[in-house]
């Protein structure tokens, strides 16, 4: 029996052989991260968290930004196009994204980080921005820190009123939510159902990695749920007469109900609102009237009108709070956490007796 194998069949038999072990050695790790957008910065870093290595991730409205009166860019729209997911608040949040959507001709998944929270309505119905809404809380601190979730749904709000887009429209709409808060993060529980939902998107669109997302999803629900608890205690030892405070724009509503804070808001929802004198003589009343401790600035709003206030009334000016949009990095409210156990130990601070 001759054993002699042929020139040509042993370069193939070897190159076989090399094919397989090179494959047997590549690391599962080697494919190209996932490439994701998140709306703003807020919901970034949510992503960052829970999608690891496996991701690469980009924000629309970055540090600092207002995502109310952002106007997207061309250097948006190819982002945009590029991506393999997109994550966005809900809500009404982002009223300036379908457009860009549309002309980036992103042809991804989407998932909407808010889904299966229960929206806060706002007092009155629908917001009309630039008068003065005093949220008067019934807070309810049982809250349903249920786990369970079967969200599919993309909702696709194509909504005719952003203040600009890729298309360079920039007709003077208003940013109007409804009668639905959309700052739902700002009550840690729905941060930590948006990790989820986050969870479950990436692992939809990147099913070889879904075990990791959602094992890393629950180490930071963990995290979010251990300084909820903190928090809760914290501002239940101060009393309640005075747990009041003044903000910029009406973004702590989910914060108010969730740790037991009245917020009183000099404009809406939106910061593109502009209050009348009317409404600031009447905030001015109602924070001597009511003896509201302290008024504080947004890290995405001019602080003219709040340190008005604070002249007028005598009320003591708080440090900066982080509402809409985390701070750069190296600064105090860099990373979602960060940004609330910040904004908590503000308001705590200057709430005390």
Known sequence: MNDFISAPRRRALLAAAGLCLSAALTPAYAAEPLKVV???SILGDIVREVGGKDVSVSTLVGPDGDAHEYEP??????????????VVNGLDFEAWLPRLEKASGFAGRKVVASEGVTPRKFAGGGHDHGHDHDHDHDHDHDHDHDHDHDHDHDHDHDHDHGKGDADGDKGGHHHHHGDADPHAWQNLANGARYARNVAEGLAAADPAHADAYRQRALAYGARIEKLDATIRQTFAAIPAERRKVVTSHDAFGYFGDAYGVTFIAVAGVSTAAEPSAADVARIIEQVKRERVPAVFVENITSPRLVQQIARETGAKVGGTLYSDALSKPGQPGATYLEMFEWNARQLAAALQP
Not at 73 to 86: F, H, I, N, W, Y
């Open 38 to 40: 998140a709306s703003f």
């Open 73 to 86: 860019t061309p250097a948006d729209a190819r982002k945009l196009a590029g991506a393999q997911l997109l």
